[in-house]
């Protein structure tokens, strides 16, 4: 296992003999559920272990997350709502202190800095928020908020701050004039102009992006993309860019890795992961989001059910529990069908998606005129029996027993390099799919 | 038809946010410029303020004139000119102190007639049970209200906020440390708080503006923590934070001002109710001693005379009501002025 | 040709504010066909939200209706007195008087809202209380708007929930909304609306919230349901891509106005106004890589004040002199399967109007300075708090 454990490495790209910017290893956050004065005691009237018990329940925000971002370039992070990507971008710039891991930049270790050298090193790793709304002090005028880094940072006087301010604001695209207003009187693409600003102003080599464009108007994105696009080529920047829309990750980016549950599940070249995508989960968000052409074959929901909870994750792979393509327990022999329709079986099951009206109706349902032979079979009819009789959870724990728990998919963390059809550089996939085909390296 | 459309009016941003899906609004309407004129814009708020202004305005006659005469007066050439302490009182009218020689005790006021005789516009408010003119009494017993109130009000405040805002920002185990000594503080009535704190101070007048200030720490400490629990989650002290500012310039740039307005509201209602408590302690003779005059020790002796000379009692009684009322109006005013939500 | 399900005409909402009028939504019409999916599309701030709640009578003060008509199934919902010149009638109060054919808000509640039109909002969590039980707010809704008993109402619900895809109904039937994820809730939102066999439902932004995988199942689901119920939509949005995925007619609108309307076809494909152009053209694609975007210049401007003419003038690249003078209406510029309309004088149905003869403008397009505030830099108002 310990090999596999390398999860998915970042280092995709054929620099490999040049230094990376930025080396996340094995980053970890894991948050306590509840907070508070007796949050470690709690209380579980039904636990067979007893009533009481000692010890906090922990969220498992970001798991064993590395990769590498080299100068000058753009690596897009790109996952749904709480996968973690946020944690993870404020793990890395150390806003929240990460629970294991390192984060290397220019080969110093964030993660074991004492305070106030990180407060020094802060002056080149810069951030931007999301909420265009929130991320500007709303008491305090434009000139102060793109001068206070400077300020914090002892850099320049009070009129050579000023002097650079009002320079920024013009290379962001404002009106340097507007130096005394408030933040409530610029729009939300202009807010998120001063925000870069801001972010410019000490001089950064590293600039954090979180979610910068979503919440603006598709014409305001493009706006304020070209814009990051300009500075980046002017000031050699190299930016991490957090976004949940593949549309502005694919515009943007020159790597993207994506982000389930707290773990990269893929990592590649933009070309190579938006063309030939080898996780199913890149491949279900990919097939996911509506292409705003009317011509393009209909993208449909393809995944089904929730993400779970990060407090107990599936054990794993994660994403098992809503892969379509769940690999088979070795110790069957069943044809690509007859899995097929185990698994949709048992998804059903699960869900309870039916009513249990006679053995035979369900047989007929879901496995058409034969079930399948050997074990499988007979396990599967051994759950419809439960059915029948309404014993819902035991036909649910039956099957989940028999066919996902044996998979390799929930035995094993995947961790493969495939082989890459576009571009030079390398391909990552946490798939087991994936376990025979790997390149050796 | 195409038409030739001439709109013309001033912009503003307000209106695109109530369009309903135009940018969420910020709580931007900030500066004292901009409070002031909500304020004016609300008789409430502006009687509130009225009444603030007339208390405090007496009670800064009657202070200067305790303080500064009285030390004027350990100087010979002064007192060679009579000065005292109520110099200006005795003077224009008589001592709220000490007894006068030759009036009528328990006068009514002008326009009421009773066994001691008919109102004078001598004593327009008529007399207490020493013969005292009830007015200047009234007017003197200001002094002790309004300096024990916010004097109180100040120590809970700065306490509070400090106490709130170092609990919110930092969270954990401070939080729960302070936290847990402020509810402890919470859970004993103020009252008794206060009469402790004086059983074990002494009954100076300074110990009972700390007792009531340190009473009403938790109040102040958990409002502001609440706010700034909310406030930390704000992207913008993220970015301060980001940004390499230290801890105290975001508390005191960032934390306080944008959590600082439910405090203000809350502080200006603690000054009623500190007056309230004050006027309480010393009804039950724990405040300042007699002779000097305060309103609620007014309180207390009237209440043998109350028949038939009610307005013995009912004039400190409105003195207390009606600066109390003044302080929660103009609260509330505040809190809708500060308020963005109130306001259409 | 069939008649309208819904036809809205003129509509016009304004906001009455401190500051000056708003006009939210100024003068807009469209049509929905029984069965069809039709979309409104804008920006932020371009009064598709309004225009929405406006077909209900749902706008709240300080806004009001001034004028327009909208008319469901042949029935007059509301309209707006006007004079012999077409300007509306207003009483003593400077309120616009209705005429007596308009619904009370009384028979809006009984018979049309819920029953006939139903409305679907962006966040769901808002629409739902978060005291009760997700079933038994359902169960109410429908023992209401429906007329069945207690326990009938339940079981209708259950299966409410369970065609839109709850797993195990009966056991969530009783859970509370936040117990529920996005994507779920908004399912019950679905239907709580499809509870009635409404036949228009209005839904407004129901997947802005919500992730792409869920987003896609939630597409999914309404065409399935609007195949199964023949239900007409008008589907609120702002983005394109869910546009080309399921409408079948779409109303563009920017600052209140209406700007282009077309099948969604011929709107991606034969696209006539020049906003539509630059809001294409400034999306970037999933499914293929660009390297440059085309932002629309500048920001839009304030439907408190907004420029003379052509409202799209300030940041319209094919913007001449005339266009500052005429304000164009929606008219049909190209005949086909069905019309296809566009408010732009460059077309020639709008005539010689002077656009050919007068010189190009010197706006925003051409500036690099984005100086245009959002306002006079005093102060800003927050009443989006219920």
């Keep these: 296992m310990s090999d596999a454990k390398q999860s998915v490495t970042g280092d995709t790209t054929d620099r490999t003999g040049e230094q990376p910017l930025l080396e996340v290893d094995g980053l970890t956050k894991h948050f306590p559920n509840d907070e508070g004065f007796l949050s470690w005691l709690q209380f579980r009237p039904d636990d067979s272990d007893g009533p009481v018990e000692i010890g906090r329940e922990w969220v498992r925000a970001v798991e064993d997350v590395s990769f590498k971002i080299y100068e000058g370039e753009t690596l897009g992070l790109v996952g749904e709502s709480g996968c973690g990507k946020s944690t993870l971008a404020r793990t890395i710039l150390r806003l929240v202190e990460p629970t294991d891991g390192s984060v290397y930049f220019k080969g110093n270790d964030l993660a074991a800095m004492d305070s106030g050298t990180l407060r020094q090193q802060r002056r080149d790793v810069q951030m931007i928020f999301q909420d265009p709304q929130s991320s500007l002090d709303p008491r305090m005028k434009v000139g102060k908020i793109v001068e206070e880094p400077m300020q914090a940072h002892g850099m320049y006087d009070e009129e050579g701050r000023a002097a650079r301010t009002h320079e920024l604001l013009e290379k962001v695209g404002l009106d340097p004039q507007h130096y005394n207003r408030y933040p409530h009187a610029f729009s939300g693409g202009q807010r998120q102009r001063i925000n870069l600003a801001r972010a410019l102003s000490v001089n950064p080599d590293f600039i954090v992006c979180d979610e910068p464009v979503s919440a603006l108007d598709v014409s305001i994105q493009a706006q304020v993309l070209n814009t990051m696009n300009e500075l980046q080529d002017e000031f050699n920047l190299t930016y991490l860019f957090i976004a949940h829309d593949l549309s502005v990750i694919r515009h943007i980016s020159d790597r993207v890795a994506v982000m389930y549950l707290g773990q990269l599940v893929e990592l590649a070249e933009k070309a190579e992961l938006f063309e030939n995508p080898q996780h199913p989960y890149t491949r279900a968000l990919l097939e996911s989001i509506p292409v705003p052409d009317p011509r393009v074959e209909g993208t449909r929901g393809v995944l089904e059910g929730d993400v779970p909870s990060p407090i107990q994750p599936p054990s794993g792979c994660r994403f098992r529990t809503r892969c379509p393509e769940l690999i088979a327990p070795e110790k069957y022999d069943l044809t690509d069908e007859e899995w097929a329709n185990i698994r949709q079986f048992t998804r059903s099951v699960k869900r309870h998606r039916f009513e249990a009206t006679g053995a035979n109706v369900i047989r007929a349902e879901f496995f058409g005129s034969t079930l399948p032979g050997g074990d499988a079979g007979r396990t599967v009819s051994r759950a419809i029996d439960l059915l029948v009789e309404d014993e819902w959870d035991e036909a649910t724990e039956l099957l989940n027993e028999s066919f996902t728990e044996p998979s390799i998919c929930a035995r094993e963390e995947p961790s493969y390099e495939v082989p890459t059809e576009h571009g030079g550089g390398r391909h990552f996939a946490a798939c087991h799919l994936h376990r025979e085909e790997e390149q050796t390296h | 038809m195409a038409t030739i459309d001439e709109p013309d009016s001033p912009t503003t941003q307000d209106a695109i946010d109530e369009m309903g899906d135009g940018e969420p609004a910020i709580e931007a309407r900030v500066g004292w410029r901009y409070t002031l004129a909500q304020i004016r814009k609300d008789p409430t708020a502006m009687t509130g303020l009225f009444v603030i202004a007339v208390v405090g305005v007496l009670a800064a006659f009657a202070t200067i004139d305790s303080i500064l005469f009285e030390y004027l007066a350990q100087y010979q050439v002064f007192a060679q000119f009579g000065v005292e302490k109520y110099w200006i009182a005795k003077t224009v009218w008589m001592s709220p102190v000490s007894e006068p020689v030759g009036t009528p005790r328990l006068l009514p006021p002008v326009g009421f007639e009773n066994q001691f005789g008919a109102g004078t516009w001598a004593h327009p408010l008529g007399t207490d049970d020493r013969g005292r003119d009830i007015l200047l009494r009234i007017i003197y017993g200001s002094r002790i209200a309004v300096t024990v109130g916010l004097s109180a009000t100040v120590v809970g405040f700065v306490s509070g906020t400090v106490v709130g805002a170092v609990s919110g920002y930092y969270g954990d185990w401070v939080d729960d440390a302070l936290m847990r000594a402020a509810e402890t503080l919470f859970a004993i009535p103020f009252l008794v708080l206060v009469l402790a704190f004086i059983a074990v101070f002494g009954r100076s007048l300074t110990f009972i503006v700390f007792g009531v200030g340190i009473a009403s720490i938790p109040t102040f400490a958990r409002l502001i923590r609440s706010r700034v629990v909310s406030i930390r989650e704000e992207d913008y002290i993220e970015a301060a934070r980001a940004a390499g500012v230290t801890d105290r310039n975001i508390i005191f740039r960032h934390v306080i001002p944008n959590s600082f307005t439910p405090v203000l509201v809350q502080a200006t209602l603690q000054v009623g109710t500190a007056i309230l408590i004050v006027a309480g302690l010393s009804f039950l003779g724990f405040g300042v001693q007699p002779p000097t005059p305060s309103w609620g020790q007014m309180l207390a002796v009237s209440r043998n005379y109350m028949i038939p000379n009610p307005w013995f009692s009912i004039w400190p009684g409105m003195a207390i009501l009606i600066t109390v009322v003044g302080f929660n109006i103009f609260g509330d005013g505040l809190r809708d002025a500060l308020d963005p939500r109130f306001n259409n | ?386």
């Design chain 3, 1 to 386: 040709m069939t008649d309208p399900l819904l036809s809205v005409e003129n509509l016009q909402t304004y906001f009455f504010t401190e500051d000056g009028v708003v006009q939210a939504v100024d003068g807009i019409s469209f049509d929905v066909m029984p069965g069809e999916l039709v979309g409104l599309v804008g920006e932020s701030g371009a009064g598709k939200s309004v225009a929405s709640t406006s077909i209900l009578r749902l706008v709240e003060d300080p806004g009001r209706i001034v004028g327009g008509r909208v008319e469901f199934k042949g029935e007059t919902l509301f309209e707006i007195e006007t004079d012999d010149e077409g300007t509306p009638v207003e009483n003593e109060d400077a309120t616009p008087v209705e005429t007596d054919e308009s619904l009370s808000q009384q028979e809006m509640r009984r018979r049309i809202r819920g029953r006939e039109i139903a409305i679907i909002f962006q966040d769901p969590m808002e629409s739902l209380n978060p005291v009760y039980t997700v079933g038994g707010q359902l169960r109410e809704f429908i023992e209401i708007n429906r007329d069945l008993g207690k326990s009938a109402a339940k079981t209708a619900a259950i299966d409410m929930l369970r065609e839109v895809g709850i797993p195990e109904a009966p056991a969530r039937y009783s859970d509370y909304p936040h117990q529920f994820s996005g994507g779920m809730r908004q399912r019950v939102l679905i239907a709580m609306a499809l509870a009635c066999e409404p036949s228009l439902i209005i839904a407004d932004e129901p997947t802005t919230a919500l992730d792409v995988t869920v987003e896609g199942q939630i597409l999914d689901l309404v065409a399935d349901l609007q195949e199964k119920y023949g239900t007409a939509f008008v589907w609120v949005t702002h983005d394109m891509g869910v546009v080309a995925e399921i409408c079948d007619r779409v109303n563009v609108m920017y600052l209140g106005e209406m700007v282009e309307q077309a099948d969604v076809d011929d709107l991606f494909y034969d696209t006539k106004h020049p906003y539509t152009e630059a809001l294409l053209e400034s999306i970037p694609r999933p499914d293929r890589t660009v390297e440059e975007l085309n932002p629309i210049a500048g920001v839009m401007p304030e439907a408190i004040d907004p420029p003379r003419g052509c409202r799209f003038h300030t940041r319209c690249p094919d913007a001449r002199e005339a266009c500052t003078r005429i304000d164009p209406d929606c008219r049909v510029v190209e005949d086909g399967y069905s019309p296809h309309r566009a408010a732009c004088i460059k077309y020639d149905a709008f005539g010689n109007v002077g656009y050919d003869a007068s010189p190009p403008l010197d706006n925003e397009t051409r500036s690099g300075v984005d100086v245009t505030l959002t306002g006079d830099g005093g102060h800003q108002g927050g009443d989006d708090d219920e």
